[in-house]
């Protein structure tokens, strides 16, 4: 199921910082063309959690909620220590949808 949330945060990140998709796409070493589809809707977001913090960072964004929203879950909630951090978190960021 391709994730429309994602491409939300995405083009708010870009209206609110005044960005191109292609500035963001080389910004961030990603194919202009693989961008445009996933914000259409036709491509799931990138697989790397790598390219999606760097997305997050070009648009200044929080890269935990930019994971997420792509449907994955970060890396440092993944282990059992970080269980109870990453339930607050997924809460939060369901409440505001």
């Known amino acids: 199921m ?3 949330h ?3 945060v995405i083009k708010a990140g870009l209206k609110r910082n005044n960005v191109s998709l292609r500035c963001l796409s080389r910004g961030v070493g990603l194919d202009p063309s693989f961008l445009s589809k996933v914000l259409a809707g036709k491509r799931n977001p990138p697989m790397e ?3 999606l913090v760097k997305i997050a960072r070009y648009l200044n964004c929080d890269a ?3 994971v997420l929203s792509a449907g994955r879950i970060p890396k440092k909630y993944q282990t ?3 269980r109870q951090k990453f339930l607050a978190l997924f809460r939060q960021l ?3 949808r």
Request: charged content about 35%; glycine content about 0%; hydrophobic content about 20%.
């Open 80 to 82: 059992a220590r970080n």
């Open 49 to 51: 959690e790598r390219s």
């Open 64 to 66: 935990d909620t930019l």
């Open 6 to 8: 994602f491409s939300k």
């Open 94 to 96: 369901n409440s505001k």
């Open 2 to 4: 391709i994730n429309n």
